[in-house]
């Protein structure tokens, strides 16, 4: 898969060079291309932000960079699906992460001020679909946040870059509930003992403990996952 993100702070992507991404990044599994956005300015200051018309509070992107950058990313790929983070979009989900994970090309750009000037996502739909994707009901000063974690939960999707691909099944979101409690050794820690039924040996008791785990935990947590 191939992914390029375009923001107006391109370090923020560093980390991405670590753990299991920055393997899969090292093997060719994925292949991620992060930009300026100011790469496509021509002015003197490289601006990208500009008063709002219509009056109010902050700066907008400007729509010139953005046109450039997308057509230059967009004319790689005949299929790009171009993700802009924005708290005003879908919730991202562990379903999200797994269309977008089929995907071949992502376009990912990052909103900075009051966002984006919105003839832009019109603009985008012409060259590839578009996908406005919220992190979560809360509102962040960028996108690269929300990027960085839709760049994470794709790409441990993507075969080959976990290498377990059993340890992706039963995780939370994945059948939606949420995972039941792991331990390890040592089994007794600070006068609390791991559940007994783990070290039964039986593993169709611990399948079946694990699975009501889930079910209760959801229940506590998360009722709105089981829709009643
Ligand atoms: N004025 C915008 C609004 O009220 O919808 C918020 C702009 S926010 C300060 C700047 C940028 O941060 C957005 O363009 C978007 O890229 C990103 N952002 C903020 N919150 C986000 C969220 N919950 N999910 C995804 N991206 C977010």
Sequence with gaps: MRIDVVSIFPSYFDGLALSLLGKAR?????DLHVHDLRDWTS???RTVDDTPYGGGAGMVMK??????A??????????????????????????????????????????????IDERVFEYA?????????????????????????MIEAVGRLIPGVVGNPESLVE???EDGLLEYPSYTKPSAWRDR????ILLSGNHGAIAAWRRDQQVERTRVRRPDLLGD
């Design 193 to 196: 003992a791991v559940p007994e």
């Design 70 to 115: 997308l057509d230059e990313l967009a004319a790689s790929s005949s299929e790009p699906t171009i993700i802009f983070p924005s708290p005003a979009g879908e919730v991202f989900r562990q379903a999200t992460a797994r269309d977008l994970a089929q995907r071949e090309h992502l376009i990912i750009g990052c909103g900075r001020y009051e966002g």
């Design 171 to 173: 995780e939370s979101h």
């Design 26 to 30: 090292e093997s060719g599994i994925l």
């Design 125 to 149: 739909a012409t060259l590839g679909e578009v996908r406005l994707v919220s992190l979560g009901d809360y509102v962040l000063n960028g996108g690269e946040v929300a990027a960085m974690a």
């Design 63 to 68: 729509p010139e960079p953005w046109g450039l």
């Design 43 to 45: 002015d003197r200051h």
